[in-house]
């Protein structure tokens, strides 16, 4: 088949594709992962190379081709013959571009893992996902994987893409080095991996597996990789410290330091540092929604935490922890729930080291805190 040296030539072969699915309607976002399923029948995890969402139609028709996809969010596992003619469909396309195309680089890179030795944990396969909007839940592990891969490599910011229920869609796995592995039955599977010389090293045993393992976003640094869930927003310019945390569907908007814990769900602003063992809620435990946000140029100090957000250019003292319903006495000596403060703007919280009452003061120029030392994050 002779190659695509145009856009015209590529859009034309879109509209081919499109014609021919008929009513098909375009995803808000799709990839084509590898998966690893357990002795049980249980998905295990899922690594996308090349998420994406739909920005055009040419590999998404592409891969609705060659799956059989039409419309909403759905998944498939996919044949060997079937990456097969998503390859073929696509290999025109790579006359246009001096580079490979990504989508069918990983492809072809996906295509190999299919002939090499499979996982020691179970079954290798290639999967696809097509989820119709953004809004809608997730509805199996290969699709979660799909959504969590979007959050870390910065395809969607956190809260772009819902994430519903996603625990519930999720399988407890062990995690080790020599990849993931069902929790059942583990125990006889370590002793045969040692007895053929394997050394095991059991890095937890949880829903979520460690980002780095799938993803490696740029311009950040991560300490500690063991700290930061896949499903993390981590901006460029961030660098989270060996005890700091990051958990899924939340993490940093810019440059941040990260010395403390980003619960889930919540996002920190330009600038901000979350200090030395310094908490934000989240919103898993006991039933909360409330999204908590971390707003430019903010400092969370040593020990310090929040149950409400913070506007721009505000500060948490150390050890002064700030929830909703904490008395504070505002500058001109009205004591109100701290949640009426939530969002606002220049405040500096602190607790009194005489009375013990917390304060929320104006900030004033010429503060000590004059943001991050920007060195340290030239990532």
């Given amino acids: 088949m002779p190659g695509y040296t145009t856009l015209e030539q590529i859009n034309a072969a879109s509209d081919e594709l499109e014609a021919a699915l008929g009513d098909w309607q375009r995803p808000a976002a799709y990839g084509m992962g590898v998966a690893t399923k357990g002795p049980s029948g249980d998905i295990l995890d899922v690594w996308y190379p090349q998420p994406n969402l739909a920005t055009n139609a040419f590999v998404p028709a592409a891969l609705a ?17 079937q990456v097969d003619q998503f390859i073929e469909i696509c290999a025109p396309a790579e006359s246009y571009a001096a580079v490979p195309h990504p989508n069918l680089a990983a492809a072809r890179v996906m295509r190999s893992m299919l002939d090499a030795e499979p996982p020691l944990g179970g079954e290798r396969l290639v999967v696809a996902s097509f989820i119709g909007s953004l809004d809608d839940a997730p509805i199996n592990p290969i699709d ?60 937890g045993v949880d829903k979520f597996p460690r980002m780095l393992d799938y993803v490696t976003p740029s311009g950040v640094r991560i300490a500690d990789g063991g700290r930061v869930r896949l499903g993390a927003h981590l901006a460029e310019g961030t660098t989270v410290m060996h005890n700091g945390f990051c958990n899924f569907n939340a993490g940093t ?126 990532n």
């Fill in 253 to 378: 908007l810019g440059t941040s330091m990260v010395e403390g814990r980003i619960s889930a769900g919540v996002v920190v602003g330009d600038g901000s540092d979350v200090g030395g063992g310094a908490s934000i809620m989240g919103t898993l435990s006991g039933g909360g929604t409330e999204v908590i946000s971390v707003g430019k140029d903010c400092l969370i100090g040593a020990q310090g935490g929040i149950g409400i957000s913070l506007g721009d250019n505000c500060i948490v003292a150390a050890g002064c922890y700030v929830t909703a319903g904490t008395l504070v006495t505002t500058p001109d000596g009205t004591v109100v729930k701290a949640k009426e403060l939530s969002g606002h703007d220049g405040l500096m919280y602190i607790q009194n080291s005489q009375t013990g009452a917390v304060e929320a003061r104006a900030r004033k120029s010429g503060s000590s805190w004059q943001g991050l030392n920007q060195d340290l994050h030239k």
């Fill in 65 to 81: 081709t060659a799956t059989g996809y039409r419309s909403g969010t759905e998944t498939f596992e996919m044949t060997a013959e």
């Fill in 144 to 203: 979660s994987y799909l959504r969590l891969h979007l959050l870390s490599t910065r395809l969607v910011a956190p809260h772009g893409v819902s994430v519903e229920g996603i625990f519930g869609k999720l399988t407890n796995v062990v995690w080790t080095n020599l990849g993931p592995f069902e929790v059942e039955g583990f125990e006889l599977k370590r002793g045969q991996l040692r007895a053929m010389g394997h050394n095991v090293v059991v890095n």
